[in-house]
C-alpha cells in the first residue's frame, strides 16, 4: 500500500515546504489507491473465503451483551417490543454494513476504516480513525476479558470455586480488583493469532458454532414453554408498547451495540482469496445471521417472561428457571462463555492488521509493519496489541473500560460513511473501479488497442480512473463503446466533458453540508436540545439533506 514512488515525490515537493501552508496540505494529501499494481514484498496468507468471513462476523458481533441486554432494554425502553428494537438496530447496523462492503471490495486493504479515510478524507483524519480504532479493538478487548472470568466461575459452581491463581484479588494498596484469568485469556488467544490467519479462524468459529447452538437452544426449548403456557409475556394491560413509540426507538439505540464487530471483517481484506466478490457476502451474511438471531431470541424471551418481572442481569436463564428449567442456565452459560472467547479472538484479531497499515504509511515504526514469513502474520504487531489488551484486562473495571469503546465506534463508522460519498463524487486521483467495468475496459482495451493509445496520449500509464493532472477533467472527449452484457447493448463510456475542477468544489461543499444536515437532524431527534427548537432544527436540516443529497445524485455528476 501507500504512495508510489512518484507520487511521494511530488508529495514532498508540494506538501513538504511553504512552513504552514505545507503542513496543512500534508494533513489533508490522501493516498492514491496503488493495490492493483503495487504488492507490499511481504504478503499476508490468502487464506479466508466466504464461511471464514461469517465465522469471524457472527463471532466477533455475538457477545455476552445479547444475554444481559434483552432484560434491560426490555424493562427500561421497549417491553414486548424488543423484536421490532433489534430490527430496528439491525437496519441501521446494515446501512453501515453497505458502506463497508463497497469500500472494502473497491479498496481492499488490512487497514479497515483507517485505510478508506486515507484514501477518501486526508492524512489527518486517517491518523485520528486509526488511534480510534485502536481504543475501540484493544479496549473492548480487555473489557470482553474482564466478562470470561464471573462466566467460568459459575460454571464450576460459583464466585469463589475458581483457582486462586485464576480468581480476581483485591490489591487494597492500589484500590483495585485484578482479574489474572482475564490476562491470561488475552495472552491464549495472542497466541492463537500468531499461529496463522486460518488457524485462528477455525478456533473461533468452533466457539461461534457453540455459541449459536446455545441460542438455538434458547429459541427451541423457548417457543416450546411459550405454546405450553400460553405466551404470558404478550397478555399485558399496556399492550406492546408500554413505552411508546419513543421508547421503543430509545430501546433501538441501545441494542445497537449489539450489533458492534461486523467491521472486522473488513480488517482481513489482504487475506481473503477474493475480497471483491468475498468481503460484501461475508459481512452481509454475518449482519444477517446475528440480526435473525437476536430477534428470535428476544422474541421468545419477552413472551415467556412479562417484561417488568424480568432480572436485568441474568434474564434469559432467570425466564427459563421460573417455568422449572433450572438446568438450563448451564447451558446458557456455556453459551456466554463461548460467546465471549469468540468476541475476544474478533476484537484483537483487527488491531495488529490496522498497526500494520499505519506502518507502512510512515505513521508508525516500521517494527509493527514486520510480517513472519512462515506464518504470514503480524506477529509482532500481535504479541504487541496481546501485552497491552492483557495489561489493561489486569488491572481496569469493565465499566472504565465499555464507556471508551463507543468512541472508536462511532468516529469509525461516521469516517467510513463520509468516505463513501467522497469516493463516490470527489474522488482521489486514481479511483477504483467496479470489478465488472473494469473487465469490460480491458476487454475493449485488448480489442482496440490503437483506440487505448489514443486515449492515453503521450502517457501510457495513463488510464480511465486515474489523473495525474488535477486541472484536467478525468473524463474527455472520446466515445468508447463498452460491452455491458447486464444491459444488453452498447453504452458510450464517455461522450461529454466535465470542468473538474468546479465539479469537485461543488461536491465537497455538498457533503459537507450533507453531513452538516445529518448532525442536526440527529441531534433533533434526541433528547440534548431544547423542545421548543426541536421542530426548527429538523425541518431546516431535513430540507438540507434532501436538497444536497438531490444535487449529489443529479445527472450532471454522474
Not at 254 to 272: K, L, M, N, P, Q
Not at 330 to 349: D, E, K, P, Q, R
Not at 368 to 375: A, D, G, L, W
Request: net charge neutral; aromatic share 8%; hydrophobic share 45%.
Amino acid at each position: 500500500m501507500g504512495f508510489d514512488s512518484q507520487s511521494q515525490s511530488q508529495s514532498q515537493s508540494q506538501w513538504g515546504g511553504g512552513g504552514g501552508g505545507g503542513a496543512r496540505n500534508s494533513l489533508i494529501r490522501r493516498k492514491q489507491v496503488d493495490s492493483v499494481h503495487r504488492k507490499p514484498k511481504s504478503q499476508l496468507a490468502k487464506e479466508l473465503t466466504v464461511p471464514h468471513l461469517v465465522a469471524i462476523g457472527v463471532g466477533s458481533t455475538i457477545g455476552a451483551g445479547v444475554y444481559i441486554l434483552v432484560g434491560t432494554v426490555a424493562r427500561e425502553h421497549s417491553g414486548p417490543a424488543l423484536t421490532i428494537s433489534f430490527l430496528i438496530a439491525g437496519i441501521a447496523a446494515a446501512l453501515s454494513a453497505f458502506c463497508y462492503a463497497e469500500l472494502a471490495s473497491r479498496c481492499p486493504s488490512a487497514g479497515s476504516a483507517y485505510h478508506y479515510t486515507y484514501i477518501c478524507i486526508g492524512e489527518g483524519v486517517a491518523w485520528l480513525v486509526g488511534w480510534a480504532l485502536i481504543l475501540e479493538y484493544t479496549i473492548g478487548g480487555s473489557a470482553v476479558a474482564r466478562g470470561i472470568s464471573p462466566n467460568l466461575a459459575l460454571l464450576f459452581g460459583g464466585a469463589d470455586s475458581l483457582p486462586v491463581f485464576l480468581a480476581r484479588q483485591y490489591i487494597p494498596a492500589l484500590d483495585i480488583m485484578v482479574d489474572p484469568c482475564a490476562a491470561i485469556l488475552v495472552f491464549i488467544v495472542t497466541g492463537l493469532l500468531c499461529v496463522g490467519i486460518k488457524e485462528s479462524t477455525v478456533a473461533q468459529g468452533i466457539a461461534t458454532i457453540a455459541n449459536v447452538c446455545a441460542m438455538l437452544f434458547v429459541i427451541v426449548a423457548g417457543t416450546y414453554l411459550g405454546f405450553k403456557t400460553g405466551w404470558s409475556g404478550y397478555q399485558l394491560p399496556t399492550g406492546y408498547f408500554p413505552f411508546g413509540v419513543d421508547g421503543m426507538l430509545a430501546g433501538s439505540a441501545t441494542v445497537f451495540f449489539a450489533y458492534i464487530g461486523f467491521d472486522s471483517v473488513a480488517s482481513t481484506a489482504e487475506e481473503v482469496k477474493n475480497p471483491q466478490r468475498d468481503l460484501p457476502l461475508g459481512i452481509g451474511a454475518a449482519l444477517s445471521i446475528c440480526c435473525a438471531l437476536y430477534m428470535m431470541v428476544s422474541m421468545v424471551i419477552v413472551g415467556l417472561v412479562p417484561y417488568h418481572a424480568m432480572d436485568p442481569d441474568t434474564p434469559i436463564s432467570s425466564a427459563f428457571a421460573s417455568h422449572g428449567m433450572q438446568w438450563a442456565a448451564y447451558i446458557i452459560t456455556v453459551g456466554a462463555v463461548t460467546a465471549l472467547c469468540s468476541t475476544l479472538m474478533g476484537s484483537i484479531l483487527p488491531q495488529p492488521r490496522i498497526l500494520m497499515a499505519m506502518a507502512r504509511d510512515g505513521l508508525l515504526p516500521p517494527f509493527f509493519s514486520e510480517i513472519n514469513k512462515s506464518t504470514q502474520v503480524p506477529v509482532k504487531s500481535t504479541i504487541a496489541t496481546g501485552i497491552g489488551a492483557a495489561i489493561l484486562a489486569f488491572f481496569m473495571d469493565v465499566s472504565q473500560l465499555a464507556g471508551m469503546v463507543s468512541v472508536g465506534t462511532l468516529v469509525a463508522f461516521t469516517m467510513v460513511a463520509i468516505s463513501v460519498l467522497i469516493l463516490r463524487y470527489v474522488p482521489p486521483d486514481e479511483v477504483p473501479l467496479p470489478a465488472s467495468l473494469q473487465d469490460s475496459i480491458d476487454s475493449v482495451s485488448l480489442r482496440h488497442g490503437s483506440n487505448s493509445q489514443d486515449i492515453s496520449g503521450d502517457d501510457p500509464k495513463g488510464s480511465v480512473g486515474s489523473s495525474k493532472d488535477s486541472s484536467k477533467p478525468l473524463l474527455d472527449k472520446v466515445d468508447i463503446m463498452v460491452e455491458l452484457p447486464l444491459i444488453g447493448k452498447q453504452l458510450p463510456l464517455v461522450n461529454y466533458t466535465l470542468s473538474e475542477d468546479n465539479r469537485r468544489k461543488i461536491a465537497g461543499w455538498t457533503i459537507m453540508f450533507t453531513c452538516v444536515g445529518v448532525f442536526l437532524l440527529t441531534y433533533s431527534a434526541s433528547s440534548l436540545g431544547l423542545p421548543r427548537f426541536h421542530m426548527p432544527i429538523c425541518s431546516t436540516a431535513s430540507n438540507c439533506l434532501y436538497s444536497h443529497q438531490r444535487l449529489l445524485t443529479h445527472q450532471s455528476w454522474r
